[in-house]
């Protein structure tokens, strides 16, 4: 069993993503970016679901 991940199963990386962009208090929207580049030691993690509690 070798090192590196058998990444013929995997579906190909996308050229871009949606990602929250943060500007300012109260000013922030879903923007489409494109994906950052992929190091040997970094890793890509597909979100399925995400959620945000309403409460302070």
Known sequence: MGSR???SRH???PKTM???QYS???DF???EIDVPPIGEED???KIEACGV???V
């Open 18 to 20: 949606k990602a929250l």
């Open 29 to 31: 929207g879903v923007v």
């Open 24 to 26: 300012k208090p109260e």
């Open 43 to 45: 890793v890509l993690v």
């Open 11 to 13: 579906e190909a990386v």
């Open 53 to 55: 509690c309403g409460t």
């Open 5 to 7: 991940a058998d990444t």
